[in-house]
């Protein structure tokens, strides 16, 4: 039986640790941490853990026979090799040992620590960088799991509130303010991440699907379409088109005219503005009241995770060459999650690079000339491109689309 004192005053609760919990066979024996996966590094262990949050540290406790000598050092933070990025994220240090400091805190549910720095604050890195890893990570916990979150920032956490209080019963902890030394029997530092805002169900704990994560948003968020209806079903709906428009960079310059083409072919039309203010409570109803959603290649495209099953997700992919990297960002993960996914790539009389260079210019004859690395592709396609969309062109688009809903 152990006891313990958060503040030297009050008694923590006192609760049982079978010893098999302190040295159990299976987990004894492997390695604390997992470096294999290329974009995260995780460690998991059961046993007699200390987390030290002043010290940055966990600590695997050994038996005084035992000669397991492990020190690892990771940044809990699913872009490895992403030097930019985790520079801003605290390292961590994970090692076994046969001292620690005495316990303050016992926690009788699994922990799980990890950093909410990095790129979040982006739509789309707030949920590739975490919530999706973060899902993937607790979700099989039911609730009974508590994060101590590094790098923690407050306006963040509260904006997805909804999201934590869904997968843990517990007041998150503030990793880098904390004091306490934390007592637990179960670990887990770092997120299982995989690919681009996807899960690799092959690897994921439970086998878990981003159907899975497409039905936990829409429950997390209490929407009330589960899945979209066939056209006819309700008497005289009309089939509805959201329409992401952006304010800066990849605007639609023609707006008012696609709007009319897609009236035209039956559609009522909503247009909305996606940013990283947005209130998620009331534009995830948007999101999961319409059948259809289309943008231009960007962070909106993101709220897809709030569509109703088999609604279509439509992707303008702006001039440059970079087909191939909007579909691993959207087109993938769409379709994972059991949506229907068009993509269409413009044309260059469709881009506004054309009032920036003439059309005999290199990058409309071989943009792939202008591919030398991401921040250069970002910021010559995608920071100073407009679309102005041919509706003519454009329009088969949509029709494919309304063949989709009859089916």
């Not at 428009?245 to 707006?255: A, D, I, K």
């Amino acid at each position: 039986m152990v006891a313990g004192k958060s503040d030297g005053s009050q008694q923590q609760a006192i609760y049982f640790m079978h010893p098999a919990d302190w040295d159990d066979a299976e987990w004894g024996s492997k390695p604390l941490c997992d470096f294999s996966n290329f974009r995260a590094n995780v460690c998991e262990m059961r046993g007699n853990i200390r987390i030290h949050p002043n010290a940055s540290s966990v600590m695997y406790m050994e038996p005084a026979s035992s000669k397991r000598n492990e020190l690892w050092k990771l940044k809990p933070y699913p872009r490895k090799g992403d030097e930019l990025c985790l520079s801003k994220v605290t390292e961590l240090t994970v090692k076994s040992s046969k001292v620690a400091p005495e316990c303050t805190k016992y926690h009788n549910v699994p922990v799980v620590v990890f950093a909410l720095t990095g790129y979040t604050g982006n739509l789309f890195h707030d949920f590739t960088d975490a919530l999706v890893p973060l899902f993937t990570t607790a979700s099989e916990f039911n609730g009974e799991v508590q994060f101590l979150i590094t790098d923690m920032a407050i306006w963040w956490t509260r904006k997805y509130h909804v999201v934590f209080k869904k997968l843990s019963n517990y007041p998150l902890i503030d990793f880098n303010k904390d004091t306490d030394v934390h007592c637990v029997k179960h670990a887990i530092v770092g997120l299982h991440a995989y690919m681009e805002f996807t899960i690799d169900p092959s690897k994921a704990p439970h086998n878990y699907t981003m159907v899975d994560f497409n039905r936990f948003m829409r429950r997390t968020y209490e929407l009330p379409r589960e899945a979209v209806s066939a056209l006819g079903e309700i008497p005289k709906a009309k089939p509805r088109l959201l329409i992401i428009s952006r304010q800066r960079t990849r605007m639609f310059l023609n707006l008012p005219e696609i709007i009319a083409m897609a009236e035209g072919l039956g559609f009522e039309v909503v247009v909305e503005e996606a940013n990283v203010s947005s209130d998620l409570s009331q534009f995830s109803k948007v999101v999961n009241s319409v059948d259809v959603m289309m943008g231009v290649h960007g962070a909106g495209l993101t709220n897809c995770v709030f569509l109703p099953h088999n609604a279509t997700l439509i992707q303008i992919v702006p001039w440059g060459g970079i087909e191939g990297v909007c579909r691993i960002d959207f087109g993938d993960p769409a379709e994972q999650m059991g949506l229907r996914y068009k993509q269409y790539s413009i044309a260059v009389h469709e881009s506004s690079l054309t009032d920036q260079y003439p059309l005999d210019h290199e990058i409309f004859k071989n943009p792939l000339a202008f591919h030398k690395g991401f921040e250069f592709i970002k910021e010559t396609f995608m920071d100073k491109q407009n679309v102005r969309l041919d509706c003519n062109r454009f329009r088969p688009v949509l029709l494919q689309t309304l063949d989709l809903l009859n089916q």
